[in-house]
């Protein structure tokens, strides 16, 4: 009984198996108890132990399966003054850290970033976007950055490090001198220019990041606002011929009803050139009140189709309706005659034509004397 009790005192297997996403430290629970000499230490792929001992960092073990000796813990024998065949419990703390990859870390400016713009002079600009983050040095991470914090997580060290990537960020887009409406098809170079100023700063706590996507640079609203009304203009082109094609568009509208406020607008301006004609108070031309202005003259009446005639492979004409029947009269147009007007599908007879009426419209040749 007293053998078991006192194996229950003494921890012999240490490892950890991590069920969550964003833990990056985890310290193992000795509840009290010691750490046995030639206890077993795993650690897995994607983790480092840590040995922390009266406060001070002792012994790193990555990847691997290790029997806890004074011979593989050079850092904590050397602290504990131990001889080479020591072999009693000792007190110590171990912290497990997660060395796999965070992904999808937010970033964002909180405040918009001054920039001078070569086209739009002084701009105020926003960005966000993503990173990854992992451990490099687990030793200095510990050291710089846990403490003695029993479980850390990546909100904890993101809020520490991303007043550093917004002033990168700040700095970098600043001083990019890139257009801002070129900027979004060079948002891959921005982010390798900022993770390349950040990399050197979080490296001092033990950390690197793989992986900075800048995903969106914006403007403030009323600035992109004004920008899409300069897009719509762009794509309108001709504001004068813009504006007589809606009004003409309005008045074919059942009614004469416009839509919208470019429609109403040109209303008011047709309106009012009428009212300029009609003289003041609705007069005539003539000035007599009330009268009613003069209608607008009728369209010209349509154009007749005009023809073409083929005559010894030679093509003769256009020749209009009176001129075809002046060339009948003569005999130079008769049924035979090969014709085409536009619209027709190739070269017919006039007999085969609408040309066919004209010709039956002749009167015969006088009789012979």
């Known amino acids: 009984m007293v053998f078991d009790f006192l194996k229950g005192e003494f921890i012999d297997v240490i490892s950890w198996l991590d069920d969550t996403r964003d833990t990056m430290v985890w310290r193992f629970d000795r509840r009290g108890q010691a750490i046995k000499m030639g206890a077993k230490l795993t650690v897995r792929e994607g983790q480092s132990a840590v040995f922390i001992h009266e406060g001070q ?49 937010k970033w964002g400016t909180k405040n918009p970033i001054m920039a001078r713009d070569p086209e739009f002079g002084p701009v105020r600009l926003r960005a966000f976007g993503t990173y990854s983050l992992r451990v490099a040095d687990a030793g200095k991470f510990m050291t710089e950055i846990v403490g003695t914090d029993g479980e850390f997580t990546t909100d904890e060290v993101t809020m520490q490090i991303r007043n550093q990537i917004v002033q990168a960020a700040s700095q970098a887009l600043a001083s990019s001198g890139i257009p801002v409406l070129d900027m979004a098809a060079n948002l891959e170079d921005l982010g390798k220019v900022i993770a390349n100023v950040i990399t050197p700063k979080v490296a001092e706590y033990g950390l690197s990041i793989p992986e900075f996507y800048v995903e969106n640079i914006s403007l403030p609203e009323e600035v992109e606002k004004a920008m899409d009304k300069r897009s719509s203009m762009g794509v309108v082109g001709d504001l004068n011929k813009y ?16 839509g919208g406020a470019m429609g109403a607008g040109m209303g008011f301006g047709m309106g009012a050139g009428m009212a300029q004609n009609m003289g003041p108070w609705g007069a005539a ?19 007749g189709k005009l023809w073409h005639l083929a005559e010894n492979g030679a093509t003769l004409g256009p020749f209009a309706e009176g001129d075809l029947a002046r060339l009948a009269s003569e005999g130079r147009l008769t049924r035979a005659t090969t014709v085409w007007t536009q619209g027709q599908d190739g ?10 009426r004209l010709l039956d419209s002749l009167p015969p040749p006088p009789p012979m004397p």
Do not use: C
């Not at 960092?57 to 850092?75: C, H, K, R």
């Not at 031309?285 to 154009?303: S, Y």
């Not at 070269?347 to 066919?356: F, G, R």
């Open 347 to 356: 070269w017919k007879m006039a007999a085969d034509t609408e040309l066919a």
């Open 243 to 258: 504006m007589q094609f809606n009004a003409a568009e309005a008045l074919n509208q059942p009614g004469g009803a416009m």
């Open 57 to 105: 960092l002792a012994d790193v073990f990555t990847p691997g399966l290790y029997q806890l000796e004074t011979n593989n813990m050079p850092i904590m024998t050397t602290l504990q003054h131990w001889d080479h065949g020591f072999k009693s419990p000792f007190q110590s703390e171990v912290y497990f850290v997660s060395t796999t990859r965070f992904n999808d870390q």
């Open 285 to 303: 031309p003539n000035g007599a009140p009330g009268a009613a202005a003069a209608p607008p003259p009728p369209p010209p009446p349509p154009a």
